[in-house]
């Protein structure tokens, strides 16, 4: 089964690192003066978007000056910022929960600390009318997908996990980031995409479209907050300080959707003007996914995570078990004011 690896020198890096022959940098470890903001890379992968709204939100609304960071964003592959979290080269990274499973499952001592989505964001969308409204209903369907790794293939791994689904019958096409394009052509009769994505495209169109949600079928831990061992045994402060603005961003930009769309507008200034409409529309569907009930909020069950690796091992994803047991941690959101 294909599965996306971590590149083999960052792997031979990791090593080095758990065996003591590499040091942290020092910023990491150091605190810095008390009149002084600490500096933080964050990992956010892919592109700017309004999407990162709550990031967005902790900067100019000073929720990282208020802990003492000065936090700079970087844009790139999420599992290339994984395996730099995993060495201690960078310290945090909004990562999926699938990726922190793969991670581990290699060796690499990345902790789960903050949750960001509180629902598996993948789903399977296609045109209404079709009746493709239950995971089996696709068997006998062309189903376009990304590409044969990242979330996309997990959700469609868990559609057949979960939902019942006979994949021989099933005609997977590999089809790139073109999934509205292909389902509204009708070069395919679906594809997995993020649920606030694709299907938001389709119905800008003015196209009616159905979404097979993967958190209607089963649980998976999301995206979040990711940090290494080493980073929190090192320096703990540095995490909870991390965690304590991510939070208050979080309810604030719940609280405050229209205040922080404009935030978002002003931090990537190419979502505005004509395509503003189309963000804010993603935008909107983004919200319910970032959304717990309260005594939920900022937590991980870790039934779920043990749920999930149980699956990707059974699914062949990952090669090894992985156990639950510091792949994540509920202690920084327990502390957190």
């Known amino acids: ?36 903001l600490t500096p933080v890379t964050l990992g956010l992968g892919y592109i700017p978007s309004v999407q990162f709204a709550p990031y967005y939100v902790a900067q100019e609304k000073g929720f990282f000056a208020g802990q ?16 730099l979290v995993a060495v201690n080269q960078m310290p945090f990274v909004i990562a999926s929960g699938e990726q922190v499973i793969l991670g581990r499952s290699q060796g690499m001592p990345v902790t789960y600390v903050l949750p960001w989505y509180y629902q598996f964001p993948v789903g399977v969308m296609s045109l209404a009318g079709q009746g493709l409204d239950t995971p089996q209903a696709l068997e006998g369907q062309r189903v376009g997908i990304p590409g044969m790794f990242g979330a996309s293939l997990v959700a469609w791994k868990a559609l057949v996990y979960a939902g019942g689904v006979d994949e021989s019958q099933v005609r997977l096409e590999t089809i ?16 997995l995409d993020y649920v606030s994505n694709g299907p938001v495209q389709l119905r800008l169109a003015g196209q009616e479209v159905n979404v097979i949600s993967v958190a209607d079928y089963i649980d998976l ?27 208050a961003a979080y309810r604030y ?12 507008l002003r931090a990537v200034p190419e979502a505005g003007g004509d395509n503003e409409a189309a963000n804010r529309a993603i935008f909107d569907a983004s919200l319910p996914l970032w959304k717990a009930d309260e005594t939920l909020f900022g937590r991980s069950d870790p039934l779920v995570w043990q749920q999930a690796a149980e699956f990707m091992l059974e699914m062949g994803l990952i090669d090894t078990a992985v156990a639950t047991e510091g792949i994540v941690t509920n202690r920084f959101a327990e502390a957190a004011p």
């Open 253 to 264: 930009t719940l609280d405050n959707p229209d205040e922080a769309f404009e935030i978002s």
């Open 221 to 247: 831990p999301a995206n979040g907050l990711v940090t290494n061992d080493q980073l929190m045994a090192d320096n703990p402060e540095l995490v909870q300080r991390m965690v304590n603005a991510l939070l």
């Open 176 to 191: 790139g980031f073109t999934q509205a394009a292909a389902v509204s052509e009708g070069r395919i009769e679906a594809a």
């Open 1 to 36: 089964m294909p599965r996306r690896f971590f590149p083999a020198s960052l792997i031979l890096a990791l090593l080095l690192v758990v065996a003591g022959c590499v040091a942290p940098p020092a910023l990491l470890t150091t605190p810095s003066a008390p009149d002084q």
């Open 68 to 83: 003492g960071l000065d936090v700079v964003f970087r844009h790139g592959s999420e599992t290339d910022f994984l395996a």
